[in-house]
């Protein structure tokens, strides 16, 4: 047990995108429950061990990430500046995130205004995609989440998100926080 | 104001649009999203409009078909209901529908900001830091519309005294001139106060040129605008 488990952490750990748990179960030929047992008690032992490092379920994967409590220091190691998303680009990468596959024509309508900027923003930064076309006259593109998407924003998949109607009387809470 | 521009890449679109615009104002006047409503901010709304006609953004068309729905519905509720359905044709847009709709989608959005963001909470291993490879992110907190009403103060209170000294300077703005000057201030001090980038005193063109300047350094994320006690500051971050 204890010779597979750290197998199963030995591969999370090199891997820069999240790991399923079907590839390791595939790659070291063990029954799929067995992986799903173990990638569940190294994700309890990781949380559990007070260190600055746990396991989250990324992107219906494994991937080793920070604790937020560390979050001061690292941003001051990295010393980079971060992609930046305006709120016009949370706006319309949430729309797609909600209504996903969706065309540009259709995000318009919900916004009232073009969205070719943030579309192009988003597509560049790699957090949407185009998945097809519309069947519709026009063959519009059909617009989609990626991978990175749920990454970016620790997401295991976009069914975890929560869904529109609970916003539908929501107040929303000034920020008052400096950036 | 005729704008030879150099700031053509500033659009429009780092604005979060219309009806971002209308639900800010409904918010301001503590009101609720009905037809009535919407006549109680259609003069404000339209006062914003103007501000974007002055910045000369060409792309406001939008703005524009919301105004004429506001004016639309503005003139029906001057109206005694009696008349109103002999007279007035059944409205293009469902403006009040298509805030409710939007507006849950804005909060949405907002929410997603909550979240454990990649690069700003949490990180990943990331074999080459010296790249940034998608894995630092990080989300505008302050609404441009915040900027462009302390703006539009400082430009409407000009109004009140046509000064004489703002004639002598009439000569152009040189763009390229002040945005070298605006990004030295920041180099030398970081962090600005919305009053220092923004001076009326120096005239009206001044004070516009500056703002499309920010915009544009707000867009590449050269800067930040934070909020401290309700007034606007600029957190230069490096170009």
Request: aromatic share 8%; net charge negative.
């Given at each position: ?37 173990t990638l569940k008690i190294l994700v309890e032992e990781w949380k559990n061990r007070g260190n600055s490092i746990k396991i989250e379920e990324i992107a219906g994967g494994f991937q080793f990430r ?114 | ?209 500056s703002f499309l300047i920010v915009l544009d350094m707000i867009k590449d994320g050269s800067l930040n605008i934070l909020e401290n006690n309700n007034e606007i500051e600029f957190e230069y971050k490096?170009?």
């Open positions: 047990m204890n010779d597979l488990k750290n197998k199963v952490e030995a591969i999370i750990f090199i891997s820069e995108s999240p790991v399923k748990s079907k590839e390791i179960a595939n790659f070291l030929d063990e029954d799929i429950k067995a992986i799903n047992e920070t604790k937020e409590e560390y979050k001061e220091i690292l941003i001051e190691y990295v010393n980079k500046k971060p992609y930046k998303l305006s709120r016009a680009g949370l706006e319309v990468v949430g729309i797609i995130a909600k209504k996903q596959p969706i065309t540009k024509i259709e995000i318009d309508k919900i916004r009232g205004v073009d969205s070719v900027g943030a579309i192009n923003v988003l597509i560049e930064r790699e957090l949407i995609e185009v998945i097809g076309e519309k069947d519709v006259p026009g063959r519009p593109y059909l617009y989609s989440t990626t991978e990175l998407f749920l990454e970016v924003f620790s997401l295991n998949s976009i069914h975890d998100l929560p869904g529109i109607e609970e916003f539908d009387d929501y107040e929303k809470e000034v920020d008052k926080n400096p950036d | 104001m005729s704008n030879t521009n150099n700031f053509q890449n500033v659009k429009l679109d780092i604005f979060e649009g219309p009806l971002d615009l209308l639900l800010n104002l409904i918010k301001e006047n503590d009101l609720d999203i009905y037809e009535l409503s919407l006549s109680k901010v259609t003069e404000q709304y339209l006062e914003y409009v103007e501000l974007l006609k002055e910045f000369d953004f060409d792309d406001i068309g939008e703005y524009l078909v919301i105004a004429a729905e506001l004016a639309r519905l503005k003139s029906r509720s001057l109206l005694p209901e009696s008349d109103e359905e002999e007279i007035l044709e059944e409205p293009e847009l469902d403006l009040v529908e298509m805030l409710k709709e939007y507006k849950k989608y804005r909060a949405f959005s907002e929410s997603l900001k909550e979240r454990d963001l990649l690069g700003r909470d949490t990180f990943k291993r990331n074999p080459d830091l010296s790249l940034r490879s998608n894995t630092l992110w990080e989300v505008q907190k302050t609404d441009i519309w915040k900027l462009v009403t302390s703006v539009k103060k400082i430009l409407q209170l000009e109004n009140y005294k046509e000064v004489p000294d703002i004639e002598i300077e009439k000569e152009a703005i040189d763009q390229n001139q002040r945005k070298i000057e605006i990004v030295e201030d920041f180099r030398s001090n970081k962090i600005l106060k919305f009053n220092r980038v923004f001076d009326i005193s120096h005239g009206r063109e001044n004070v516009i040129v490096g170009i």
